[in-house]
């Protein structure tokens, strides 16, 4: 990770190297945090957040399925992430902001510790590789379950959820895979560790929908109105691992991870085993909009320098 000057913590600007906390932290001990994963591009305007609105929504959202007291609003963290991606210089960057249960008591009670809130932003390349976005990568089908709404809510973004997500990524990594892709406790596919997954065939876009136990991805609603936009329909349905199979293109989506296309699953190839046409005009328009270089889709984005609106 590429260090910055500063973090910002409950209301400080703090230098990176002193942006500690306690090792008694109730987060570090019962994954009690919920957070977001958000990207700011270099546009010709200078640099922009990618719908900071929704992803600060949707960690309002995490704290409130978690019955967390935040300690600032998402208009609060929005101006404290602006006035960060500024003081460190930053141009594009990954923005991580975070609640979590602090320190004071340990013990199964989260609310006999204060709310901390942080956000960080480096500068942080593609997820799955610059090889990944333009030939695909290869997947392998995870033997770990996603997690079910009946143990942990899956549409919660918050950090016990990953110790799942780490399993499958550590499992497809070990098997010389690029990225694992999970199913749920019924048997269909829900997403990747880290991304919503898209199957393309015969022109039509499908994705399975939060009842199957996905994060709503804040790129997947992107990438729908992209491919609406392109003139394709969309719809969100339950997939079975073989749609995987016998699909024409497969995409992954996320703010890491962007729009990045899968080439292969379990060793089959994917359609003509290279990225997608579909795929590629989504990825492209993808990419014009959070540049800056689309009129169409610029309420998407969140200039950092005021004045440049
Ligand atoms: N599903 C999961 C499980 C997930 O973690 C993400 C984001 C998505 C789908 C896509 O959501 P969205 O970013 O709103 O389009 N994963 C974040 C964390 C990745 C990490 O390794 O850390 C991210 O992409 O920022």
Redesign the pocket.
């Known amino acids: 990770m590429k260090a910055t000057k500063y973090i910002w913590k409950n209301g400080e600007f703090v230098p990176w190297e002193e942006a500690t906390t306690h090792v008694l932290t109730h987060a570090l001990h019962y994954g009690t945090s919920v957070f977001?994963?958000?990207?700011a591009y270099e546009t010709k305007k200078g640099s922009a957040i990618f719908r900071a609105q929704e992803?600060y929504e949707?960690m309002v959202d995490s704290a409130k399925i978690y019955q967390m007291n935040i300690p600032y609003t998402a208009d609060e963290m929005i101006a404290a992430t602006k006035e960060l991606i500024i003081k460190n210089g930053l141009r594009a960057c990954?923005i991580?902001p975070i609640y979590y249960y602090g320190y004071g008591e340990m013990g199964l009670n989260p609310g006999l510790n204060p709310v901390d809130a942080m956000i960080a932003a480096w500068e942080w390349g593609t997820?799955l590789g610059e090889e990944g976005l333009a030939q695909g990568v290869k997947c392998k089908m995870s033997s770990w379950i996603r997690i079910d709404s009946r143990c942990m809510p899956?549409l919660a973004?918050c950090a016990s959820?990953?110790i799942n997500?780490v399993l499958a990524k550590k499992e497809a990594l070990d098997c010389g895979f690029d990225e694992g892709i999970l199913l749920n406790s019924n048997g269909l596919v829900a997403?990747?560790?880290?991304?919503?997954i898209f199957v393309i065939k015969k022109g039509n876009i499908y994705t399975p929908p939060t009842s199957d136990g996905?994060?709503?991805?804040?790129?997947?609603?992107?990438a729908c109105k992209i491919a609406e936009y392109l003139g394709y329909s969309v719809q969100h349905k339950s997939l079975t691992r073989d749609e995987l199979f016998l699909a024409d293109e497969l995409f992954f989506?996320?703010?890491?991870?962007e729009i990045t296309p899968i080439r292969e699953v379990d060793g089959r190839i994917i359609g003509t085993g290279k990225r997608g046409e579909i795929t590629k005009k989504i990825q492209d328009k993808f990419f014009e909009i959070v540049r800056g270089e689309c009129k169409d889709h610029s309420y998407w984005l969140d200039y950092v320098n005021k004045t440049s609106d």
């Open positions: 977001e994963g958000v990207r992803h949707r990954y991580r997820y899956p973004k959820n990953y997500s997403e990747g560790p880290g991304e919503n996905v994060l709503e991805g804040i790129t997947c609603q992107t989506t996320g703010t890491a991870a």
